[in-house]
């Protein structure tokens, strides 16, 4: 959303510019006129110029001040109502919730080529390379990177909680042992979520269907410092509860940087609900507005896909997106260069219709929907490796990790529209105003004939 604001703003203030230059030159020139009629008029003495300014020079200053204030108040108007039309959720026809739930597929699809996938444990991470890597990742070799793309029937990856018994468990990013417990159980589906640093407000869903509160489990994880400040607002209780969110305290957390904390749950649910078939991952700043059934009946099922993610608004090429990322100040520029050139060295070159059917090199990567098979959950773990050896900032690393994933199986990746994602997911801003709000349409769905009215 960055690059887009900056486009908006700069093309504001290039008109400011503009009508700036303009009154200038109108002032020069009646600066001249006034220098040629005041030389008329040196003789009449030094008095003269003691005078005060006329009346009318006052009101020209104040219409001057007048007319700047109306064109500084236009340009903000371009900004918002530029800001409100990128950020504008389109249409999206879901089935109703019971036939939703009556497409959910009675078994797990096929995983290609990969079957059995287990992950590396090293109680004593040792650093041995210069790129990353960290005490809760392990520390894998660029040779145990390049082995971890090549996909066999079965595989040996890092994937995070390198340390300890199980994750969770003297891992970092532990949990408490009611909560291990828990974690265990089997579940078709989970929705998650997590706040760290205190960063965001919880967001509670919306529009959930009896079934989905019966039968889905709503998690969200939070660490130590969030979960004193629920306590001392009174959010949170003994139940552990706070609406439809099961809170998941986190002790140990692995990284001093709270963007890094937050991608361990993101990309690496299938670690830490080992028996769940379905998850749908929402950043913390996002409220769910659409049942989860039908959710992932319209990105997953319906589609025949098995991970689903919205490309991003404006961007889909990498090296546009890194460069935007430096702009906007999201992360030291030098880290970003240096995890742009080594993808570069590795083949990765900018988007063009070539990749076609691929549609974008770069996700809004705020919401993951995914269904927990050995390839997918291969995928996310090399993904937070990029994460954990490089930047943050995981939009850089999507595509390097998609594409030789691609290159060796018959496998893709259903990246759909973002204002698509945006009917179902709202973000608000930070005194509460909601900026994009679900539209109510009639739905027409044409791969089964029904016809029936929804938002």
């Known amino acids: 959303m960055n690059g887009g604001s900056l486009g908006l703003r700069t093309g504001s203030y290039g008109l400011l510019q503009n009508i700036n230059r303009a009154i200038a030159g109108g002032e020069i020139s009646k600066s001249l006129s006034n220098v040629r009629k005041s030389s008329t008029k040196m003789l009449s003495g030094i008095r003269e110029k003691e005078r005060p300014l006329p009346n009318a020079w006052y009101r020209y200053i104040g219409c001057r001040k007048f007319s700047m204030l109306l064109l500084i108040a236009f340009a903000l108007l ?83 909680f390198v340390k300890g018994s199980k994750p969770g468990h003297g891992t970092g990013f532990d949990f408490d042992e009611s909560d291990l417990a828990e974690l265990q159980q089997f579940h078709d589906i989970i929705v998650a979520s997590a706040i ?35 306590k001392n607002r009174s959010i949170l209780s003994s139940s552990k509860r706070v609406g439809l969110w099961r809170i998941v305290v986190i002790h140990n957390v692995p990284y001093s940087d709270a963007r890094r904390n ?67 100040g999201k992360y030291d520029n030098s880290s970003i260069d240096e995890q742009v050139d080594f993808y570069k060295k590795e083949g990765l070159t900018p988007y063009s219709e070539a990749k076609l059917p691929i549609t974008s090199d770069v996700p809004e990567g705020c919401v993951l929907i995914k269904e927990h098979i050995p390839i997918t959950n291969l995928f996310t773990c090399l993904w937070f490796n990029e994460v954990d050896r490089f930047t943050s900032r995981d939009q850089l690393s999507f595509a390097i990790v998609r594409d030789k994933i691609m290159t060796k199986v018959d496998w893709s990746i259903n990246m759909f529209l973002d204002c698509e994602r945006r009917n179902f997911v709202i973000q608000r ?21 029904i016809y029936w009215f929804d938002g």
């Open 78 to 160: 371009v900004f918002a109502l530029g800001s409100f039309v990128v950020n504008k959720a389109c249409p999206v026809c879901y089935l109703p919730v019971d036939q939703a739930i009556a497409s959910m597929p009675s078994s797990s699809s096929a995983s290609p080529v990969l079957h059995n996938l287990t992950y590396v444990l090293n109680e004593n991470p040792i650093k041995s390379e210069p790129h990353g890597g960290s005490d809760f990742g392990g520390y894998p070799s660029l040779k145990q990177r390049n082995d971890s793309f090549d996909i066999k029937e079965s595989m040996a990856v890092h994937c995070g």
């Open 196 to 230: 760290f640093g205190n960063y965001d407000i919880i967001q509670h869903p919306q529009n959930i269907s009896e079934e989905a509160k019966k039968n889905i489990p709503f998690y969200m994880f939070v660490d130590e410092e969030t979960e004193a400040f629920m």
């Open 262 to 328: 937050g991608k361990v749950p993101k990309l690496l649910l299938h670690r830490i609900f080992p028996n769940v078939r379905y998850s749908i991952w929402i950043d913390g700043k996002l409220q769910l507005v659409v049942d989860p059934y039908q959710v992932l009946e319209r990105f997953l099922w319906r589609q025949n896909a098995n991970f689903a993610i919205s490309r991003h608004y404006r961007r889909f090429d990498v090296f546009v997106e890194a460069e935007a990322n430096k702009a906007a």
């Open 429 to 449: 801003d930070s005194i509460g105003f909601c900026w994009i709000l679900p539209t109510f349409f009639p739905c027409i769905c044409l791969d089964c004939g």
